[in-house]
């Protein structure tokens, strides 16, 4: 393919602004008064912003998607060689006022690599596949990484499926209800390497009228 023969001689670089400006349409989604946001997994507002990322801007680049039993969503542009995709992501919830950018930069960042290959033509050597991993913060459903930790066998779906939030609804019937339940075959198996791209966000450095901060120390999840 001439394209990518071209694409080889020259920097390829995404498009900033419109990485920003998607990140921004995406904190409207449960955006609250200090710009943070607030999307409890399978909620309304996260299942408005899967819609969106889904109907509008996946399918709009033309991109297989798929969806597995525990709602993670795949979308995959095809390679010149059918082997395990490269796979990037995250996930699109978020603790309750929450950083606009943790877990979702992962995920548009990711999306940004797509458009920046359909935009220039490009076909990749192998497949490239979004991913966006279901209750991944385990804010309303404990534990955290809940779905990512199902399909690599870290958690049993069915005990999963039974973890309730503070209105006593279980994972599996908000799962029922979103709409996004779908096939346990299309779990991803193998991939030939996964990148995230990930920030976490927290008050102290804003309270403190500091731009920039060394990090001592993070949470442990312990399961």
Same mark, same amino acid.
């Given at each position: 393919?001439?394209?990518?023969?071209?694409?080889?001689?020259?920097?390829?670089?995404?498009?900033?602004?419109?990485?920003?400006?998607?990140?921004?349409?995406?904190?409207?989604?449960?955006?609250?008064?200090?710009?943070?946001?607030?999307?409890?997994?399978?909620?309304?507002?996260?299942?408005?912003?899967?819609?969106?990322?889904?109907?509008?801007?996946?399918?709009?680049?033309? #991109?297989?998607?798929?969806?597995?039993?525990?709602?993670?969503?795949?979308?995959?542009?095809?390679?010149?060689?059918?082997?395990?995709?490269?796979?990037?992501?995250?996930?699109?919830?978020?603790?309750?006022?929450?950083?606009?950018?943790?877990?979702?930069?992962?995920?548009?960042?990711?999306?940004?690599?797509?458009?920046?290959?359909?935009?220039?033509?490009?076909?990749?050597?192998?497949?490239?596949?979004?991913?966006?991993?279901?209750?991944?913060?385990?804010?309303?459903?404990?534990?955290?990484? #809940?779905?990512?930790?199902?399909?690599?066998?870290?958690?049993?779906?069915?005990? #999963?499926?039974?973890?309730?939030?503070?209105?006593?609804?279980?994972?599996?019937?908000?799962?029922?209800?979103?709409?996004?339940?779908?096939?346990?075959?299309?779990?991803?198996?193998?991939?030939?390497?996964?990148?995230?791209?990930?920030?976490?966000?927290?008050?102290?450095?804003?309270?403190?009228?500091?731009?920039?901060?060394?990090?001592?120390?993070?949470?442990?999840?312990?399961?």
């Amino acid at each position: 393919m001439k394209e990518c023969h071209d694409a080889k001689k020259k920097k390829l670089s995404i498009n900033g602004e419109r990485l920003k400006r998607t990140l921004e349409t995406f904190a409207d989604f449960g955006r609250t008064e200090n710009n943070g946001v607030t999307r409890f997994s399978l909620s309304k507002t996260d299942i408005a912003a899967r819609d969106y990322f889904v109907s509008l801007l996946l399918k709009q680049l033309g #991109m297989t998607v798929k969806v597995d039993d525990v709602a993670n969503i795949y979308a995959t542009l095809p390679g010149e060689e059918d082997r395990p995709p490269l796979v990037m992501g995250s996930h699109l919830d978020s603790v309750k006022k929450g950083g606009r950018f943790d877990g979702v930069l992962g995920v548009l960042s990711a999306l940004e690599v797509a458009r920046t290959l359909v935009d220039h033509h490009i076909k990749p050597k192998i497949p490239f596949t979004i991913v966006d991993f279901t209750n991944e913060e385990g804010a309303r459903f404990d534990p955290a990484m #809940m779905c990512s930790g199902i399909i690599s066998g870290k958690f049993e779906k069915a005990d #999963m499926l039974e973890t309730k939030d503070t209105d006593g609804i279980t994972f599996g019937e908000a799962l029922d209800a979103s709409g996004y339940k779908g096939d346990a075959e299309n779990r991803l198996k193998n991939a030939a390497a996964y990148l995230e791209l990930h920030i976490e966000q927290g008050p102290v450095l804003e309270s403190e009228h500091l731009k920039i901060g060394v990090v001592e120390g993070v949470v442990g999840m312990v399961n």
